[in-house]
């Protein structure tokens, strides 16, 4: 019988790169990929348990496939399958493995297990000093390429449970890292993304003992390199030799993903953040500095237990100080194994929408005004798709915006190209190409 299999992802970038050496494991082994679950023996779900609205949409899924499932072997991998371990096979008794992120390198293991007619299969251990590579990995994008520097994670936010799926913070060594980004650039990749849960948080285990400024400026000398990028940073560790890095080094995106989560120090103090808003305003200054402009984008957490209207009002205050490019904003969401779950003064869910709705509003206004500064300018573009039923093309600047643009050309995916800016809404750009 064929070896066949589909794999959907929830969740972050992370995700989606350990979903692309998950496949790419997998089509070492002999599995053939499909574009539909019922063309599927196997069945991968790659989870994201990072809020509980995602975790329901994974089980809602196991759902339908309670019956539609049958003769097919079904899989929870990733962060909710670390969470829950073994409970998921008493919830949903038609899946047959439950693997957490830290044990893909065990997977062709699993699978002999599986089709040896085991039907309980799990590799749930954290107990590892290693990071999560693994051999084979299948690149979705031809253009940008995911390189995972650190997993894990330290730092005890009292919302968080990555500490908890993910485990200790654990990096790769830098040689490894430049020699993954020189393979990548071989094969004609011109981006680079550097991933972890706290990326800046990285720290070379080699001899060479680089830390995350010195091997972000490295991979951004890689030959044929033309763009690096990063994600996630901690404030607590965001330093000032990131900014020089990329003040200095053109190759390397000026756009930083700096989460802050609430404006009010009195609650990140409560979110156990380990900085205040001061010294996260100090970060932000050390980017408003910079020779080049450098975007700035952040995630907001409303509703977080204890949250006054003062605190509220602080997060809008530090919005509309920042003026971020763009946020990602979200309700506080309880989470097992966190500290926030012994904390009282919970918000009512309808109190949370009234709140994340006034964020949104006010974030809305600050993106029209900015985006509208950049009317006239020229952006730089790597084109990434296009719009069939428009005709036209989108691609991202350094600043990481998105711009749409016209043109007859037959295909331009995957090049460089300059766009002049001629509108502007609140989430995009739409420009003409210039010769």
Same mark, same amino acid.
């Given at each position: ?40 023996? +196997? ?25 539609? !499932? ?28 439950? @693997?957490?992120? @830290? ?41 940008? !390429? ?7 994670? *330290? ?33 004609? +990749? ?5 991933? !972890? ?6 720290? *070379? ?5 680089? *830390?995350? @400024? ?88 409303? !509703? ?27 309700? +506080? ?82 090049? +460089? ?19």
């Amino acid at each position: 019988m064929e070896k066949t299999f589909y794999i959907e992802t929830f969740g972050c970038q992370m995700n989606a790169h350990d979903s692309e050496k998950v496949v790419g494991t997998l089509l070492h082994e002999g599995f053939a990929q499909v574009e539909a679950p019922d063309q599927a023996n +196997y069945i991968f779900f790659n989870t994201c348990s990072i809020r509980d609205k995602a975790e329901q949409k994974v089980f809602n899924r196991l759902q339908h496939f309670k019956n539609s !499932g049958k003769g097919k072997i079904l899989a929870v991998i990733g962060c909710v399958a670390q969470q829950e371990g073994e409970k998921i096979f008493d919830r949903a008794p038609h899946v047959s493995l439950v @693997a957490g992120s @830290a044990s893909y390198t065990k997977l062709p293991e699993m699978l002999v297990q599986l089709e040896a007619g085991n039907r309980r299969v799990t590799g749930l251990s954290l107990e590892t000093d290693q990071t999560f590579d693994t051999p084979f990995t299948s690149r979705d994008n031809p253009y940008r !390429g995911w390189i995972t520097i650190i997993e894990g994670c *330290d730092k005890s936010c009292a919302y968080c449970v990555v500490p908890f799926t993910r485990g200790p913070e654990r990096s790769r060594t830098s040689a490894s890292v430049i020699e993954e980004a020189s393979r990548l650039a071989g094969l004609g +990749y011109s981006e680079i993304q550097l991933l !972890g849960q706290n990326v800046n948080s990285y720290r *070379d285990p080699s001899p060479a003992g680089w *830390d995350f @400024a010195t091997l972000l400026d490295q991979v951004g000398r890689v030959a044929g390199i033309r763009r690096v990028r990063f994600t996630t940073s901690h404030p607590r560790d965001f330093v000032k030799p990131i900014v020089d890095a990329i003040e200095a080094n053109p190759n390397l995106c000026n756009h930083v993903h700096l989460p802050v989560q609430s404006g009010s120090s009195r609650v990140l103090e409560a979110m156990q953040r380990l900085y205040t808003r001061e010294e996260y305003m100090d970060r932000i200054e050390w980017m408003r500095g910079a020779r080049r402009p450098i975007a700035i984008t952040s995630d907001i957490i409303v !509703g977080f237990p204890g949250e006054t209207e003062k605190d509220l009002e602080a997060t809008l205050d530090l919005l509309d100080e920042v003026k971020y490019d763009s946020i990602f904003s979200f309700k +506080y969401s309880r989470r097992p194994n966190t500290a926030a779950l012994a904390l009282g003064d919970q918000i009512s869910e309808e109190e949370k929408t009234r709140r994340i709705v006034i964020v949104q509003e006010r974030q809305r206004a600050i993106q029209m005004r900015q985006n509208a500064e950049l009317l006239g300018e020229v952006e730089e573009l790597l084109v990434e798709g296009r719009y069939e039923s428009t005709g036209q093309w989108v691609g991202r600047t350094t600043r990481n915006r998105n711009l749409t643009f016209s043109s007859s050309a037959s295909d331009l995916l995957g090049t +460089y190209v300059n766009v002049r800016v001629t509108r502007s809404g609140p989430n995009a750009l739409m420009g003409e190409l210039v010769n």
